[in-house]
C-alpha cells in the first residue's frame, strides 16, 4: 500500500458494499471494506425476501430498472465461482380479473422491453400447470422463468471471502463517525478510535448513506425506513410453491408474496410500513392476519401453523423511490451508492460494475490484477451429501461426522469452517451455516455451538454474543451469583454435574 | 463405510430408548442403540430434581438417577450394542431396513435390521412457534434449553427472568433459577387454571413468593441487542385487554410452551404423522405405518412422567418381539378414535383378546368427569375422573374381558368419549 493510504474504502458490508469491494479485487487497487458490525450482512440484507427479480416491474428510465436485469443476468455466473445457494425457480405474477389481467400485460409489456428474456403471458390452464397449488381462482398471469432465489447472507460471506482471498481488507467493528479531508485522501474514523485513510470512498451504508453522507460532508439525503415484515414457514409446509408467486402490484408495493426459499423452506411477505426508527426491527402481531389473508389468496394451503419464525426488514429508500447511485457533486472522490431498496439484491453485481465505472470516471485508476481468482472453495455441506459421499468426507474430517444442528443436519465441521471465516457470533454461524435456523430454532444445538466457539476462539461463555456488543447470551456461571436466601437452596442432588 | 446387522435398532438412547431396548435384548434379540449425545438417559440427565420413578421404582428418585437404573441394565446384556455421539440421519425402509447413522469416529454406518424403534423423544414449542410481537433480542430461551445450560453446563442466562407458561418445566425453572441467584419476576399463563402439577405450583412458585399470572400473555418483547422488558397483558373472555397492560423489566424470557414430537426423521422416510399428536400412527402394538417401525415415549406423544414412558416402552418392545419373531398380525387390530371432548387417544388400534393400555388428552377442563368408552354405538365401559384438563394425560386400560362384550359387527369401532 501506498503511503499507508488505501486506494478505495467502502463503507457498508452488505450486499452492495461487498459487491462493490468483490469486483475492485479484480484490480490492482488496495481496497477496504468498514462494517460497523460485528459481521458482515447483518445490515438491510439480512432480512429480505431473497428474490432475483425478473425485471419486469420498472421501466428502463429507472436506473433500478436498468440494473436489475443486468444483475440478474450476472448470477449464474457468481454461483459457478462462488456456490451460493441459488435457484432460477421462475416468478410468476397471478391475475384473479380481467382488469388484473390487464395490468400484467402492461408488465409483459415491460419486461420486452428491458429485454428479458422468457417472459410468457399464461391463460388459466397454464399458469395452473406450472404452479398447480394456485388458488383455483387465477385466471391467468405473467411467468419470468429467469426470476429466482437466492440465500442473501450468504452470497454477502461469498463475496466477501472472495475479495479477501484478492487482497481486500475487511475491518468489522469499524464505525465510521468522523472524516476529515487531507491533502489527496480522506482520513475516516472510526467509533472505537481506530482510524485509517484512503483516496476514495464509496458510501454504501445502506439505511445509514445519509449520515455516512454528512459525515463527509457531502450531499444532504434523508432515507426514509420502509418496514418489511416476512414469516417463515417449514419446509414440509403443504402451501410451499414451485415458483414465486406475486399478486398483481400496487402503487405502493409489489404485495405479499409466497416464496420458495433455496433451502426448501416457505416465506409469506413483506407488508410495507414507513416508519421513523432505523434501528426498529420488531414484528407485531397487528399485520399478521391481513399477509396470512393475501398469502392464502395465491395460494390456499398456506396456513399459519406453520411459521417457523417472523423477522422484520427495513428498505432503505429516497425521496423518488429510485437508486441514487452517483459521483458527488460536493466530493468529487466519494461515490454515493444510495437508496437501495428492492431489487437492491437482484442488481447488486450490476450496481458493482457501475461503481467501478464512477470509480474510474473519478479519476481511479484501474489495472486487472493477473493473478485475479473468482473462485473459492466450495465448503461440503453434509445435508447435501448422500451417506456414502459423506462417509468419504468423514473418514478423512472426523468432524463432519458430528451432526450438531439436527433439523438443518450441520455438522462440527461446518460450523468450525464457519468460525474460521471469522463468523463469531451466533447470528453470523447462523446465517453461514443454518444451524439454528431449523424448526427447533437453537433449541437442542445452541448450547453445542457455544462449546465450539469457545474451543475455536478462546472467547470466555460470557463473552459469546448473539449478534455483537450487548447481545450476550449467558450471565454469569453456576455459583456467581448472590443468592438472596441461600439456606432455601438445597444441597446434594441440586448441585451441578 | 461400515456394515452392521441386527435384529431391531432403537433411534435414541432416553428412557424410552432405553427400556425398549432392556426389553428387546432380554428376549434374546440383538439391538443397537443410536445415541447422538455422548451419554445415555436423553432429557433424564438435565432433570436434576426429584420426583421421578414415585410409580416405577416407588422411590424419589432424580432425573439422572432414573436412568441410571436403566442404563445399568442396558449396560449388563451382551446382545446391545450402544453406539454414543452417532445420529440416524437417513432410513431406507424394506426388508431389511437400511439405517444410516452418522458419528465422528465411525463415519457412515450402515445398519441392516429388520425392526426400527422410534425413540427420538421431542423437542420445545419456540418463539417462532407462538409468534410473540416485537424486537429479537438475545435472552430469550426455551425452558429445556435453559435448565439444560444451567444444570449440565452450569450456565446462568441472565439475572431477573420472566417465564411464560406454567407447565412443570417452567414451574421447575422458576425454582432452578431462583436456586441460582436469578430473580424470577413471575411465571404468565394464558389459560385460566396452571398447567403443571399443583405440587409444582406449590413448591416452586408459593414457597418462593414468585407470582403466577393466569389468563395473562405476553404482548411485546423489547430490547434492541438483549431484553430489556415484556409487556404483560390480561385475557378476559379470549380478548386482550390492552388497558391493563403492564411492563416487568427482565433481561431473560423462559417460554415453558408446550413439546412437540420430534418427528422429522420418521416423515423423511414415509412414516405416517398424526396432527393431534405430532407423532405416528400406530396399532395396537405401536406399529407406525411402515410395517416394522414402531414408536414410544416422547416421540410417539408427550408424556407428563417419565414412569409411563418406561411402561410404554417395554410394551412396545414386546410387540417388537413378536414381530421379529413373525407372530405379529396387525391384521387383527381395530380402529379406537377420539369422541367427544377428546384431543386424542394413543394407539389408534386396539387388539381384542388382550389388555390394551391407552392413554389421551382432555380437551375440557372439568371436575368429577366421566370416561366412556363405547362400541359401535354402546357404552362398554365407563370410569369416573376426579379431574380432567388439556395438560394431564388419562390413562385407563380394556382388558380381554370388556372387549370379548359388544356387538358382533365387522369393523369393531372403540370410541372414546369424555362427558
Ligand atoms: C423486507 C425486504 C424485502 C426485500 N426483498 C428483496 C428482494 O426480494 N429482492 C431484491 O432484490 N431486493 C430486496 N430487498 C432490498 C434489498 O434487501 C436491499 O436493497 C439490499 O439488501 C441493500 O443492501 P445494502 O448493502 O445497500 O444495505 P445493507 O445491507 O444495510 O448494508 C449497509 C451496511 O452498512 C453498514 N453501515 C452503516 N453505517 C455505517 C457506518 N457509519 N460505518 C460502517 N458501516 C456502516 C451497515 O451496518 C450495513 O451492514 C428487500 C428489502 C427488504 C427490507
Ligand atoms: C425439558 C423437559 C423436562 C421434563 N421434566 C420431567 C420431569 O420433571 N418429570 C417427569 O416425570 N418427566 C419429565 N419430562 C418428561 C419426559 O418427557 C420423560 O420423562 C422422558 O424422559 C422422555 O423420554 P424419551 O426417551 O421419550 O425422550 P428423551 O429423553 O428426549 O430421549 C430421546 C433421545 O433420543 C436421542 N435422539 C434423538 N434423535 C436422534 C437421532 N436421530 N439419532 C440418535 N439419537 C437421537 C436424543 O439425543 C435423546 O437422548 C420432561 C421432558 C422435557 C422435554
Redesign the interface.
Known amino acids: 500500500m501506498k503511503n499507508n493510504i488505501y486506494d478505495v474504502a467502502v463503507v457498508g458490508a452488505g450486499v452492495v458494499g461487498a459487491s462493490i469491494a468483490r469486483k475492485l479485487s479484480a484490480y490492482a487497487c488496495d481496497t477496504v471494506i468498514l462494517e460497523k458490525e460485528w459481521d458482515v450482512s447483518f445490515g438491510v440484507t439480512k432480512t429480505n425476501s431473497g428474490i432475483i427479480h425478473g425485471g419486469f416491474h420498472y421501466p428502463t428510465s429507472t436506473l433500478k430498472g436498468r440494473l436489475e436485469v443486468l444483475g440478474n443476468i450476472m448470477f449464474d455466473r457468481l454461483q459457478q465461482e462462488l456456490h451460493f445457494p441459488f435457484r432460477r425457480c421462475g416468478i410468476l405474477a397471478a391475475a384473479f380479473t380481467i382488469e388484473e389481467m390487464k395490468t400484467i400485460e402492461k408488465m409483459y409489456m415491460q419486461g420486452v422491453e428491458n429485454k428479458v428474456i422468457g417472459l410468457e403471458l399464461c391463460n388459466r390452464d397454464r399458469i395452473h400447470s406450472l404452479e398447480p397449488k394456485l388458488n383455483p381462482d387465477v385466471v391467468g398471469g405473467l411467468h419470468a422463468p429467469s426470476g429466482g432465489v437466492i440465500e442473501p447472507y450468504h452470497f454477502v460471506f461469498s463475496l466477501i471471502e472472495s475479495a479477501k482471498k484478492n487482497g481486500v481488507e475487511l475491518r468489522t467493528r469499524f464505525k465510521v463517525v468522523k472524516a476529515e479531508k487531507r491533502k489527496g485522501h480522506f482520513l475516516i474514523q472510526a467509533e472505537n478510535g481506530e482510524s485509517l485513510r484512503a483516496r476514495y470512498l464509496v458510501n454504501a451504508a445502506g439505511l445509514y448513506a445519509d449520515e455516512v453522507s454528512a459525515i463527509f460532508n457531502a450531499e444532504h439525503l434523508q432515507i426514509k425506513p420502509l418496514k418489511g415484515q416476512e414469516f417463515?414457514l417449514d419446509r414440509?409446509a403443504a402451501g410451499l410453491p414451485g415458483k414465486v408467486i406475486f399478486p398483481v402490484p400496487s402503487i405502493v408495493s409489489k404485495g405479499i408474496l409466497v416464496i420458495p426459499t433455496p433451502e426448501g423452506t416457505c416465506m409469506v411477505g413483506p407488508t410495507a410500513i414507513e416508519q421513523k426508527d432505523k434501528?426498529?426491527?420488531?414484528?407485531?402481531?397487528s399485520n399478521?392476519a391481513t399477509v396470512f389473508h393475501s398469502a392464502r389468496r395465491l395460494i390456499p394451503k398456506i396456513s399459519?401453523r406453520d411459521?417457523?419464525?417472523?423477522?422484520a426488514g427495513l428498505r432503505p429508500t429516497l425521496k423518488g423511490n429510485d437508486f441514487y447511485i452517483a459521483i458527488s457533486e460536493k466530493q468529487p472522490e466519494l461515490i454515493q451508492v444510495a437508496g437501495i431498496q428492492s431489487p437492491g439484491l437482484t442488481a447488486a453485481p450490476a450496481i458493482g460494475e457501475y461503481v467501478k465505472d464512477l470509480l474510474k470516471k473519478a479519476g481511479l485508476v484501474l489495472t486487472e490484477r493477473p493473478d485475479y481468482d473468482p473462485f473459492v472453495d466450495e465448503i461440503p455441506r453434509?445435508r447435501k451429501l448422500s451417506?456414502?459421499e459423506?462417509?468419504a468426507l468423514?473418514?478423512k474430517e472426523?468432524?463432519y461426522?458430528?451432526?450438531i444442528c439436527?433439523?438443518e443436519?450441520v455438522?462440527?465441521a461446518e460450523i468450525v469452517s464457519a468460525i474460521r471465516q471469522g463468523h463469531t457470533t451466533?447470528d453470523g454461524i447462523k446465517f453461514y451455516t443454518r444451524a439454528q435456523m431449523g424448526?427447533?430454532?437453537?433449541?437442542?444445538c445452541?448450547?453445542k455451538i457455544?462449546?465450539i466457539l469457545q474451543r475455536e476462539t478462546g472467547m470466555s461463555?460470557e463473552e459469546i454474543?448473539?449478534?455483537?456488543?450487548?447481545?450476550?447470551?449467558?450471565?454469569?456461571?453456576?455459583?456467581?451469583?448472590?443468592?438472596?436466601d441461600p439456606a432455601?437452596?438445597?444441597t446434594g442432588?441440586?448441585e451441578?454435574? | 463405510m461400515i456394515e452392521k446387522h441386527y435384529d431391531a435398532v432403537v433411534f435414541g438412547g432416553g428412557s424410552a430408548g432405553l427400556a425398549a431396548a432392556v426389553r428387546i435384548a432380554g428376549q434374546g434379540c440383538s439391538v443397537a442403540v443410536l445415541e447422538r449425545e455422548n451419554e445415555l438417559g436423553g432429557i433424564l440427565n438435565q432433570c436434576i430434581h426429584n420426583g421421578f420413578g414415585i410409580q416405577r421404582f416407588k422411590e424419589d428418585l432424580t432425573g439422572p438417577e432414573y436412568a441410571e437404573r436403566f442404563i445399568e441394565m442396558v449396560e449388563e446384556l451382551d446382545n446391545v450394542s450402544i453406539f454414543l455421539e452417532t445420529t440416524a440421519l437417513e432410513v431406507t425402509h424394506g426388508t431389511p431396513h437400511s439405517v444410516f447413522a452418522y458419528s465422528k469416529r465411525y463415519g457412515v454406518i450402515k445398519i441392516e435390521c429388520r425392526a426400527i424403534v422410534l425413540a427420538m423423544g421431542c423437542r420445545e414449542r419456540n418463539r417462532g412457534n407462538i409468534g410473540i410481537p416485537g424486537t429479537r433480542p438475545a435472552g430469550v430461551f426455551t425452558a429445556g434449553l435453559a435448565q439444560r445450560l444451567i444444570n449440565i453446563d452450569g450456565y446462568i442466562p441472565g439475572r431477573r427472568a420472566v417465564i411464560l407458561g406454567s407447565g412443570d418445566i417452567g414451574l421447575i425453572m422458576a425454582r432452578r433459577l431462583t436456586w441460582v441467584g436469578v430473580e424470577v419476576l413471575g411465571v404468565i399463563e394464558i389459560q385460566g387454571y396452571p398447567s403443571g402439577l399443583t405440587r409444582n405450583i406449590v413448591q416452586c412458585l408459593n414457597d418462593f413468593n414468585i407470582p403466577l399470572y393466569l389468563s395473562h400473555t405476553l404482548s411485546e418483547i423489547r430490547g434492541k441487542d438483549r431484553v430489556t422488558g415484556v409487556t404483560v397483558t390480561p385475557l378476559q373472555d379470549g380478548k386482550t385487554v390492552t388497558a391493563k397492560s403492564f411492563d416487568l423489566d427482565c433481561d431473560t424470557i423462559l417460554l415453558s410452551v408446550g413439546l412437540i414430537p420430534d418427528n422429522e426423521l420418521s416423515r423423511k422416510f414415509g412414516v405416517s404423522l398424526n396432527p393431534e399428536t405430532g407423532g405416528p400412527f400406530v396399532d395396537a402394538g405401536l406399529m407406525s405405518s411402515v410395517p416394522g417401525v414402531f414408536a414410544c415415549g416422547n416421540v410417539l406423544h408427550v408424556h407428563d412422567l417419565v414412569d409411563y414412558v418406561s411402561e410404554e416402552s417395554e410394551r412396545c418392545a414386546s410387540f417388537v418381539v413378536e414381530y421379529l419373531n413373525g407372530t405379529y398380525n396387525p391384521l387383527l387390530h381395530h380402529p379406537i378414535v377420539s369422541g367427544a371432548n377428546v384431543k386424542y387417544v394413543i394407539p389408534n388400534k386396539y387388539l381384542p383378546g388382550m389388555t390394551n393400555r391407552f392413554y389421551l388428552r382432555s380437551l375440557i377442563v372439568k371436575n368429577k368427569a366421566e370416561l366412556v368408552i363405547s362400541l359401535e354405538g354402546e357404552p362398554l365401559k365407563r370410569k369416573n375422573l376426579a379431574h380432567v384438563q388439556p395438560s394431564e394425560m388419562v390413562s385407563f386400560s380394556l382388558d380381554e374381558q370388556d372387549l370379548s362384550r359388544g356387538s358382533e359387527s365387522r369393523e369393531k369401532k372403540l370410541e372414546v368419549s369424555i362427558y
Open positions: 417463515l414440509n434501528e426498529d426491527l420488531s414484528t407485531s402481531q399478521f399459519e411459521i417457523i419464525t417472523s423477522f453434509i451417506p456414502y459423506a462417509d468423514v473418514q472426523p468432524a461426522g458430528e451432526i439436527r433439523c443436519s455438522s462440527e451466533m424448526r427447533c430454532q437453537g433449541g437442542f445452541s448450547y457455544l462449546k461463555i454474543t448473539k449478534r455483537g456488543l450487548g447481545s450476550n447470551l449467558i450471565t454469569d456461571r453456576v455459583g456467581g451469583l448472590a443468592v438472596k432455601a437452596a438445597p442432588t441440586e451441578v454435574k
